[in-house]
């Protein structure tokens, strides 16, 4: 006789999962059209929150990473009552990774329009900055004094 060891989700809160899911897809959508597409002020809010998010979670699912894994380094028995929890929310370290990810290349590497939020990924406004022009000069110095 052999039992089931993993967990089975039952058809309702599948339902409700991917409903939740559909409803998130929409208000992205809808909050794209409305702040994402207007004027440089509303695309830049638009684009920071977004990465301000997807950050937040992802470092939420590393933290309960690392508490499996620093319990697990200590020998620790006593979380052992609730270790499937951790465990759950760690398994959607890859799906927030890659939403992650996605959202960090499309503000770095999104043209102009994405240039507000990380003032010198625009090669243009570096030149036209002293300050930045000056940390530049900087780093160049301190790369070929290592480098000799």
């Known amino acids: 006789m ?6 089975e989700v039952p058809g309702r809160y599948k339902n409700w ?25 509303h695309k830049t809010r638009f684009w920071a929150a977004l990465l301000q998010n997807s950050v937040y979670f992802l470092l939420v699912v590393n933290a309960s ?11 620790g ?23 992650t990810l996605v959202i960090l290349l499309a503000v770095v590497y999104g043209g102009h329009d994405m240039t507000h939020i990380y003032h010198w990924t625009d090669s243009h406004a570096v030149e036209q900055d002293q300050i930045l022009k000056g940390k530049k000069r900087c780093c ?3 790369r070929t004094q290592s480098q000799s």
């Open 17 to 41: 999962s991917y409903g939740l899911i559909g409803v998130g897809i929409l208000a992205l959508i809808v909050g794209y059209f409305m702040y994402g597409t207007g004027d440089e002020h």
């Open 65 to 75: 990473m690392f508490f499996i894994c620093a319990t697990i380094l200590a020998f």
């Open 2 to 7: 052999t039992s089931k060891e993993y967990f």
């Open 77 to 99: 028995g006593w979380q052992m009552a609730f270790r499937r929890v951790p465990e759950a929310i760690s398994a959607a370290v890859p799906v927030i990774g890659a939403i």
């Open 140 to 142: 160049h110095e301190q």
